[in-house]
């Protein structure tokens, strides 16, 4: 990848520095509104003030998008808080002047209980319990899909999972005769286990580096992809187009000083830890 661009600044001004449909691929998480307590950022806001600001970066954000280009953008919501995700989804493709159509709704599920056919329960995933009589915990977050057209084409299978079942795979023909299906739009992507908070996830609402990454292959542009995060936090979309070995662009905008170290130390790690794979 160029050097990855990890700019320190207010996403507002610095979007209005970055060319126009130069972006191919967008994924970011805005901060939620929802009283979470950053380093710097008051995520407080009156609700019409913070869903006409996102309308602001997002507006930006569609400028800088190239025609055929999409925009993951990941929310989530709170249990005495549920309809934020849905009152920012309106604001951005809704009304007289949608900036975006609404292509995919993803839902980023962190933990998850199946039975499985032998009666056995499988437990998996990331668990915070919490302290209420009214509700039950919130496993889930939102990724939508937007688009300019509505028409985007993706590579599903690159995201793709294996049938279960291999008579199949010749029974559907969008498999192509391979051994992979759309994976649908439930992603099951747990937290990463760490040792230790401070040192490897200095930051209260991170998402996982797995999930930029399947946003990447999703989107099928592979290696050439040019992608931009406009709320980089620590990093983590700088770490997934470094996985997905993007030699593109990668632009992340943060505006907290020292999530923005944290993102310069991840991804100087994970460097180091390629090329000492490399090495071997
Ligand atoms: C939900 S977090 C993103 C976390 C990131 N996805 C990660 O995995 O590290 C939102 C981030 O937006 C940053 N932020 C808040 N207001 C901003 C602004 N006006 N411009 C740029 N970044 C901002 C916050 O400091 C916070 O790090």
Redesign the pocket.
């Known amino acids: 990848m160029p050097h990855p661009q990890l700019l320190l600044g ?3 001004s610095t979007l209005a520095t970055l060319p126009t449909l130069g972006y191919d691929l967008v994924v ?5 509104n929802l009283g979470i307590a ?1 380093k ?2 008051k995520d407080t806001a009156p609700r019409e003030d913070f869903l006409k600001w996102c309308v602001a970066w997002a507006a930006e954000v569609k400028r800088v998008m190239a025609d055929d280009a999409s925009f993951f953008l990941n929310v989530g919501a709170a249990p005495a808080n549920p309809l934020l995700p849905h009152q920012l989804i309106l604001a951005l493709t809704d009304g007289e002047n949608p900036l975006f159509v609404l292509q995919n709704t993803f839902h980023w599920v962190k933990s998850i209980t199946i039975e499985t056919t032998g009666r056995e329960q499988i437990s998996a995933g990331h668990f915070k319990p919490i302290n209420s009589k009214r509700y039950v915990n919130d496993c889930h977050e939102y990724i939508f899909h937007l688009t300019k057209s509505g028409q985007v084409s993706l590579d599903r299978r690159a995201a793709g999972v294996p049938y279960v079942h291999k008579s199949n795979i010749a029974r559907w023909g969008h498999t192509g005769g391979e051994d992979l299906r759309c994976r649908g739009n439930t992603w099951f992507i747990p937290y990463e286990t760490i040792q230790s908070r401070d040192k490897e996830r200095p ?1 209260p ?3 996982p580096v797995a999930l930029v990454e399947q946003c990447i292959r999703l989107h099928g542009k592979g290696v050439e992809t040019r992608l931009l995060d ?8 700088a770490i997934a187009a470094l996985r997905q070995g993007v030699i593109g662009q990668f632009t992340g ?4 000083p020292h ?1 923005l170290e944290a993102a310069r130390e991840r991804l100087q790690l994970e460097m180091d830890r390629r090329a000492g794979e490399l090495q071997l």
């Open positions: 207010d996403c507002l970011t998480s805005p901060p939620y950053y710097s950022f930051h609402a991170t998402f406009p709320f980089l936090g620590i990093g983590s979309s905008i943060e505006i907290d999530y």
